[in-house]
């Protein structure tokens, strides 16, 4: 089987565990300004670069991977969210792009494939996208509307750059995660779909979009479900929402989302809202109570954490929903979908 048909294998058998954030687990390895650097030469102060620690430090990345294995995770996602050439540039690590993301997903390929052969529980490699620094839909000169730091053009080349090191190294999909701006998630489809043509190979698609706010749009003004048209087009295997808010509050958008959405669902909250220091209090067992809802209501495919998340929520998530159905994927009428900031129908 292809990956595509492997991961519906295992959808329609149960509500599949996504990992939680790296960054989180990283910070709590409280490395040194030299461990990030490592031997690469770069001058510039590196702390903080979480994507240089999969060539640095691969063991800390290797071990944050099997906790989360450990927890229960089947779909294992690299820690590549500013991995490209625009972010790495605010550590002058461009140059080394290609190589963070085939080291990347080498490390999660060999502690997915070591962990399969033990117990046989198919578990996949997604190719993290993090949006990027810079928007294509906004400016960000609030006296020139027009002004753009970048061009579509140039966006599709940083995330063809990244994907191509991902798909190297191992990858099973491309996830394009925390979507903020609508247009940058178009080029990151771009930049797959030309890879696919460069490769003749079949690279499935995960979209994550991420609201900015709780009436349910993002950053560049689209609505859950005008977003949903906006993309549909590309066919992604899952389609879901992540960061912004914690479980409670993504509720509502997960409900709607999972009754438009043709595809399977994944979507992995924040562990609550952040309190005054910016830090998540909310424990493991809030976060599953609040996500088997979702599981209990037929809402989701794939479940997962994001910012604030550590294994011990994961494994909470997984308990919760063991032996749950699946969503079921919803039938939908062939009409004609448009969308601006607001969706558009034409019924059929």
Known sequence: MSKREEFKAAAAQRILIKDGPYGTEIQRAKLAPEDYAGDTGLEADQKGNNDLVNLTQPQVIRAICDSYIAAGAHILATNTFNANRISQADY?????????????????????????????????????????????????????????????????????????????????????????????????????????????????????????????????????????HTVRHAKPLTMGLNCSFGAEQLRPHVQILSDIADTYLMAYPNAGLPNDLGEYDELPDTTAALTKVWADNGRINALGGCCGSTPDHIAAMARAVEGVAPRKLPETAPDMRLAGLEPFTIAA
């Open 92 to 228: 002058s690590a461009e140059h080394l792009v290609h190589e963070i993301n085939v080291s990347a997903a080498k490390i999660i390929r060999e502690a997915v494939d070591e962990a399969t052969a033990k117990d046989g529980v198919p578990r996949f490699v997604a190719g993290a996208m993090g949006p990027t620094n810079k928007t294509l839909s906004l400016s960000p000169d609030v006296e020139d509307p027009g002004f753009r730091e970048v061009t579509f053009d140039e966006i599709v080349e940083v995330y063809v750059e990244q994907a191509r090191g991902l798909i190297e190294g191992g990858a099973d999909f491309i996830l394009i995660e925390t979507v903020f701006d609508t247009l940058n998630c178009k080029a990151a489809i771009m930049a797959v779909k030309q890879l696919e043509r460069e490769l003749d190979r079949d690279i499935p698609l995960m979209i994550s979009l991420t609201l900015t706010d709780l009436s349910g749009r993002n950053l560049s003004g689209h609505t859950v479900e005008a977003f949903w």
